[in-house]
């Protein structure tokens, strides 16, 4: 794998919510754990990854940040959530576990056989895409243009 050019960054991606303590449950079902740090009543920190974190906010404390009219996820995409995970089978598993806590299908299964991917929408109508793929079809070598 390339070295980053900014190691040592850490993603925090704002995200409107509902109900952050319904929301907070429902991504518990899925796997995900919080940063206490930088959780309360208003604002839950899901960690994703080592460096990447999506910030659960009630919607009032996202529109103190948002400068800009808030979207309705449930009828404007303005993006798409993706993570991976570490076996081909979890996939299927995180997906049933949101289907199981509220959330809806969005798109069948997607098998191109080195990577394996489904999407779901979550309880607000954010989209999330659950991906697996093939370490040894990753290369380690960066690709020149």
Do not use: I
């Amino acid at each position: 794998m390339a070295t980053p050019s900014h190691a040592g960054r850490t993603l925090f991606v704002n995200m409107p919510v509902a109900d952050v303590e319904r929301s907070k449950a429902f991504f518990a079902r899925l796997g995900f754990s919080y940063n206490p740090m930088f959780t309360d009543e208003s604002a839950a920190c899901m960690q994703v990854g080592e460096q990447a974190s999506v910030m659960l906010l009630s919607r009032e404390t996202f529109a103190k940040f948002a400068k800009l009219p808030m979207a309705d996820p449930t009828t404007h995409t303005l993006a798409l959530y993706c993570f991976s995970v570490s076996a081909r089978d979890a996939v299927d598993s995180v997906v049933e576990a949101a289907l199981a806590a509220g959330g809806v299908e969005a798109d069948g299964p997607e098998d191109h056989g080195f990577m394996y991917s489904r999407s779901f929408y979550d309880l607000d109508g954010h989209g999330w895409q659950v991906m697996w793929m093939n370490p040894s079809s990753v290369s380690t070598s960066p690709t020149t243009t």
